[in-house]
Nanobody, 124 residues
Framework: QVQLVESGGGLVQAGGSLRLSCAAS????????TGWFRQAPGKEREFVAR????????GYADSVKGRFTISRDNAKNTVYLQMNSLKPEDTAVYYC?????????????????WGQGTQVTVSS
């Protein structure tokens, strides 16, 4: 498993942008698929985006397509989530997670390593 630490969250106005980072420790990080999830108060954790270990496969939730971009730099053991055109409904704690396998239907249970999360708040 790998250890993950998110950063980059904060308070932003609607229409603004934030860039989240997920720094991983462990020599094998480049062999893990990595995803971003989020959880708003009173709601279940939901999938946001994921990227395969080599970056060749990427997936997004419909709610963020065209606004969010996931990328990774394996040399830096870091995954990024660029969030543009933010909306108040994007407000949540954002978590980075790593998975050993790429399963067609995304399930948080398939991700064995999780960060502690970073708060993103979008004001209207």
């Amino acid at each position: 498993q790998v250890q993950l630490v998110e950063s980059g969250g904060g308070l932003v106005q609607a229409g603004g942008s934030l860039r989240l980072s997920c720094a991983a420790s462990g020599r094998t990080f480049s062999s893990y698929h990595t995803g971003w999830f989020r959880q708003a108060p009173g709601k279940e954790r939901e999938f946001v985006a994921r990227i395969s270990w080599g970056g060749g496969r990427i997936g997004y939730a419909d709610s963020v397509k065209g606004r969010f971009t996931i990328s990774r730099d394996n040399a830096k053991n870091t995954v990024y989530l660029q969030m543009n055109s933010l909306k108040p409904e994007d407000t949540a704690v954002y978590y980075c997670a790593a998975a050993a396998a790429w399963i067609t239907v995304v399930n948080p249970a398939d991700f064995g390593s999780w960060g502690q999360g970073t708060q993103v708040t979008v004001s209207s």
